[in-house]
T-cell receptor, first 116, second 108 residues
Framework: GAVVSQHPSRVICKSGTSVKIECRSL??????MFWYRQFPKKSLMLMAT?????????EQGVEKDKFLINHASLTLSTLTVTSAHPEDSSFYIC????????????FGPGTRLTVL | SQQGEEDPQALSIQEGENATMNCSYK?????LQWYRQNSGRGLVHLIL?????REKHSGRLRVTLDTSKKSSSLLITASRAADTASYFC????????FGQGTELSVKP
């Protein structure tokens, strides 16, 4: 069965609205989760590292006020795309890095965001 | 920035043939991992090879790692139509950095 779930699987929204994407670790407690974005036929780009109980660590060039990350529990991290614009349309994927399975990340099924 | 580069970018073969994909990287690593992604879906972990290993097998998959050349290859033997997907290498030097991927198409 799925180890990591994401909700929603796809979302279409109007420009200017905010969208929240949830990432849940079903089998592991995860102090660390990762958020990636992927453009069509492109590679995954790491956006940020989500740390349970503390602030996320953002990669260079990723706006932390644009992409809000909250990791309030050991099984849930959320990514909120604020004031979304068409250029934010992308495939967003989260992954879990379980402490009990070092060097192994488990990826969610992804969320397709389309901003009109 | 992405440090992994893969070639070829796209590969089309007939069922039963072998498929070889290559990955090069730039910095030192703890390990290198290969993932598979079906269109519009999440990633599936295929195999991990540590920096002190040179070759690893898993079923029809064979991975090699040459740290002196900073390169790795993934070989899929006796390919099947169901192997059609994108394949990514990812280097782990503390966080995963993905290559650009190879789109594999296996024709029945």
């Amino acid at each position: 069965g799925a180890v990591v779930s994401q909700h929603p699987s796809r979302v279409i929204c109007k420009s200017g609205t905010s969208v929240k994407i949830e990432c849940r670790s079903l089998d592991f407690q995860a102090t660390t989760m990762f958020w990636y974005r992927q453009f069509p036929k492109k590679s995954l780009m790491l956006m940020a590292t989500s740390n349970e109980g503390s602030k996320a660590t953002y990669e260079q060039g990723v706006e932390k006020d644009k992409f809000l990350i909250n990791h309030a529990s050991l099984t849930l991290s959320t990514l909120t795309v604020t004031s979304a614009h068409p250029e934010d349309s992308s495939f967003y994927i989260c992954s879990v890095d379980p402490a009990t399975r070092p060097n192994e990340q488990f990826f969610g099924p992804g969320t397709r965001l389309t901003v009109l | 920035s992405q440090q992994g580069e893969e070639d070829p970018q796209a590969l089309s073969i007939q069922e039963g043939e072998n498929a070889t994909m290559n990955c090069s990287y730039k910095t030192s690593i703890n390990n290198l991992q290969w993932y598979r992604q079906n269109s519009g879906r999440g990633l599936v972990h295929l195999i991990l090879i540590r920096s002190n290993e040179r070759e690893k097998h898993s079923g029809r998959l064979r991975v090699t790692l040459d740290t002196s050349k900073k390169s790795s290859s993934l070989l899929i033997t006796a390919s099947r139509a169901a192997d059609t997907a994108s394949y990514f290498c990812a280097t782990d030097g503390g966080k995963l950095i993905f290559g650009q991927g190879t789109e594999l198409s296996v024709k029945p």
